[in-house]
């Protein structure tokens, strides 16, 4: 091996009491690839730039996804880092694992790569980051041993995510994880191989609390909620917020539910649920005396996104309530229209959002099927410009 | 050699479910925090489980993670899991193996912590570690940042509510930080430098100049070669041409640096999710500890802890006081630059006589 790269700069970064992402790589250093990259990363400390090329095309035979070439623009001071491709490896619904798994993902890592990745990426993938082009066929017939396969990249579906739903949640208001591991084996075709005018993210967050950011950051959030009334145990309420526990009922709860449906007297809560939004609150701080309803399900959000390239944008609601864990081939079908749609007219790096307000909500609606709902908007149109068909008129 | 398999998915989620998990799955009635790191959940047949969440700094190693393996095996049967915030959890059936779990954890470098009214880990981007268009490092700014902030993430007491910061290396935005307390953006402040050579090898000329939002680019023709020019006054540095076409690097160590936003969130309680808004235009880049950028985000934790009200966040607070006495509590200077002047700006103009008006 070539002489230990020396870091003084980012040897910085190994003080402080947050584990630090510098030790990690020096955990790995002995690895050519990991020294160089430590070299290089030093460089960009001193010159505040970064020096990695743009992208690169390589992937496994047949994906058009799931690899993300990468190269330095200091072949000859950084050889051995000068191929450095990303792996998105497809996560288990829930980020769950069990040591065996991780030693053999490790073990394969060790052979094939730089030994460094990311526990996740942004977008939920387990990352392998760093390996080199003549690598990618051998890992990936390594990593289908052990029945791991990759995640998106790229306009495809990029790789679902959730929250630890009913794993681990009482607030769950469906199966999270069953359904983010279903939808992902339904679009494994569209997930490996890129045909959208953009990429397509799916989320599944188990309540409004939204853990897994689903509002923000997908493109189809699914998110819990229910339709008939909060459980209240006034019981439970006496005894672990009434004398104590830190609660102030009026003002901590009653004074910020946001639709304003509830009512305390001091000794009984009630809920005036026909107003109630949904949004948690209650239930988040008076976890011991309230619950979500029975009849659980789940709102369809569609739209939201990053910046680039219309602006960031939130989702909105699409679907207001659905029996999501019975009615999933009704959301494959929905889904479906939308990407005819959007494939068919969409400009090229145009995310779902944008294109809805491109050719108008109304006019998406109606291409892909669905009814106009209150719900889907915070208000009606306040200007009189209307596009009146009035070929349908007698 | 074994036949080559293809679209087969990630592995099923029950293989890597703890036993108590699977008997309890979805009849879970109730958790509790204990202590700062600790999540204690009561199921409805009486079963408890303890998760023991530690912060990681996301980019693992594989000797790091076979050391957490060995913990998973010697504490919680085997399982480990990893949250949306990149801590990872180990889910515990015994008590009595929590204290030492945690002094293991400690021993190794990973602290406990992140639950409740707390500052967990920071999502983040991979920045000069791993990307072609980072205004900056992401890991190096987070470890700077959460080195100050350590005592936010060991701690339910210090804060009103939860405060969630992100930060991403530049307006692609991997880390999708647009909608947290507090958002560390990394920004370009210059037009494209056109590698003239390049473009015609590397680029498709017609979709560069179509990929820009502002019509900023047209073609030309240099030195005899086919390629485009940038019509500087119109560029916004948003990098979309550089995403289509290489030649088009935004790149540059003197102007570029970081910004940051206030005020978003992504949960539903009580209030919508909301945006985070411009605080701070500019902060220079400066490795490897980033001091101006670390004061600023402390400075805005501090304010905002000191005068927000209980499970106020951060944008809920804003809203409460007003953006006037936002920056006159913080001593932020209010430009022009925090003027939106995008597609929907006029939507943020206050259309109103509603002001509160007082002394700085």
């Known amino acids: 091996m070539t002489e230990k790269r020396q870091t003084p700069k980012l040897d910085e970064l190994t003080k402080g009491p947050w584990p630090s992402f510098v030790t990690e790589m020096k955990k790995v250093q002995d690895n050519p690839m990991v020294n160089d990259l430590l070299g290089q990363l ?35 001071d950084f050889p051995e880092c000068n191929e450095f ?38 977008t939920g993938d387990m990352v392998l980051l760093g390996t080199r082009t003549k690598e990618l066929e051998p890992l990936f017939s390594d990593l289908t041993s052990i029945d791991f396969d990759l995640g998106g990249s790229g306009s495809d579906v990029r790789t679902p995510s959730c929250c630890n739903g009913k794993a681990r949640c009482e607030w769950a208001c469906y199966d999270t994880m069953k359904i983010c591991h279903e939808v992902t084996m339904h679009f494994q075709d569209e997930l490996h191989r890129p045909a959208f005018p953009y990429k397509w993210k799916f989320k599944f967050s188990g309540c409004a609390n939204d853990c897994v950011a689903s509002i923000a950051r997908s493109d189809c959030a699914v998110i819990g909620t229910w339709k008939d009334e909060i459980k209240i145990d006034q019981k439970a309420l006496q005894e672990h917020y009434v004398n104590g526990g830190g609660v102030d009922i009026a003002r901590d709860v009653v004074n910020r539910c946001p639709s304003r449906c509830m009512s ?49 944008l939130l989702a909105f609601t699409l679907i207001p309530f659905i029996d999501i864990e019975n009615s999933l081939e009704d959301i494959y079908e929905v889904v479906e229209e939308i990407w005819d749609l959007w494939g068919e007219y969409g400009k090229n790096r145009e995310r779902i959002g944008e294109f809805i307000q491109r050719i108008g909500l109304g006019n998406f609606l109606e291409q892909v099927g669905l009814e106009p709902a209150p719900e889907m908007i915070s208000h009606p149109r306040t200007n009189p410009y209307i596009f009146f068909e009035l070929d349908g008129e007698e | 050699m074994a036949e080559r398999r293809t679209d087969i998915g990630p592995p099923h989620y029950e293989n ?7 008997k309890n799955y979805g009849k879970w009635l109730d958790h509790d925090i204990p202590r700062p790191g600790v ?107 959460m080195d100050e902030l350590f005592p936010y993430f060991e701690s339910m007491d210090k804060l009103p509510a939860r405060l969630r910061i992100a930060f991403a290396c530049c307006l692609n935005m991997c880390g999708a930080v647009h909608c947290s307390d507090i958002s560390v953006l990394a920004v370009h402040r210059h037009a494209p430098k056109i590698d003239h ?31 485009v020019e940038v019509i500087e006054e119109q560029c916004m540095y948003c990098a979309n041409c550089f995403s289509v076409c290489p030649a088009m690097s935004l790149n540059d160590p003197e102007t570029d640096g970081i910004s940051i936003w206030v005020g978003g969130k992504l949960s539903n ?18 490795p490897p500890r980033w001091p101006e950028v670390v004061n600023a985000v402390k400075h805005l934790v501090e304010v905002y802890a000191k005068h927000a009200r209980k499970f106020e966040r951060m944008g809920e607070w804003i809203e409460r006081i007003g953006w006037p006495k936002f920056f006159d509590l913080t001593g932020l200077e209010f430009t022009k630059y925090h003027i939106d002047d995008f597609t929907h700006a006029g939507e943020t103009y206050n259309r109103s006589a509603h002001n509160k008006i007082f002394n700085s």
Not at chain 1, 101 to 117: A, N, Q, V, Y
Not at chain 2, 79 to 106: C, G, H, Q
Not at chain 2, 116 to 139: E, K
Not at chain 2, 269 to 286: G, Q, T, V
Request: glycine fraction near 10%.
């Open chain 1, 42 to 76: 030093e460089r960009s400390y001193n010159e505040k730039i970064g020096h990695w090329k743009h992208g690169g095309i390589v992937g496994v035979m047949g994906y058009g996804g799931g690899v993300i070439g990468r190269y330095n623009d200091l072949p000859d």
């Open chain 1, 85 to 122: 491709h990303t792996i998105r490896v497809n996560q288990p619904a829930g980020w769950f694992y069990d040591s065996k798994t991780i030693r053999k993902i490790c073990d394969i890592w060790e052979k094939r790569g730089s030994g460094l990745t990311n526990f996740h990426g942004s």
């Open chain 1, 264 to 312: 305390w007297d001091g000794t009984k809560l009630e809920i005036a649920n026909e107003d109630c939004v949904k949004c948690m609150h209650c239930i988040n701080v008076l976890h011991k005396a309230l619950r979500p309803g029975d009849e659980r399900g789940a709102a369809i959000l569609i739209g939201g996104k990053a910046p680039i390239i219309g602006g960031a």
């Open chain 2, 16 to 22: 890597f479910l703890p036993p108590v998990i699977k």
């Open chain 2, 39 to 145: 999540l204690v959940h009561t199921a409805e047949s009486g079963d408890k489980v303890w998760s023991v969440r530690a912060a990681t700094p996301r980019l693992a190693s594989i000797v790091t993670l076979r050391m957490f393996a060995d913990l998973a095996d010697k504490y919680s049967d085997g399982y480990m899991r990893w949250t949306s915030r990149n801590n990872i959890e180990f889910l515990l059936t015994d008590e009595s193996k929590v204290d030492p779990l945690i002094a293991d954890l400690k021993k190794e470098g990973y602290p406990v912590g992140g639950t409740g009214a707390s500052i967990t880990n920071i999502v983040h981007t991979q920045g000069w570690v791993h990307c072609h268009s980072s205004a900056s490092d992401a890991s190096g700014v987070v470890k700077s940042i």
């Open chain 2, 197 to 227: 050579d390049a473009m015609s090898k590397v680029c498709e000329i017609p979709s560069t100049i179509s990929s820009c939002p502002t019509g900023a680019i047209r073609s030309a023709t240099v030195d005899g070669k086919p390629s």
């Open chain 2, 269 to 286: 309680a009580r209030s919508k999710p909301m945006f985070s808004k411009l605080a701070i235009p500019y902060l220079p880049n400066n």
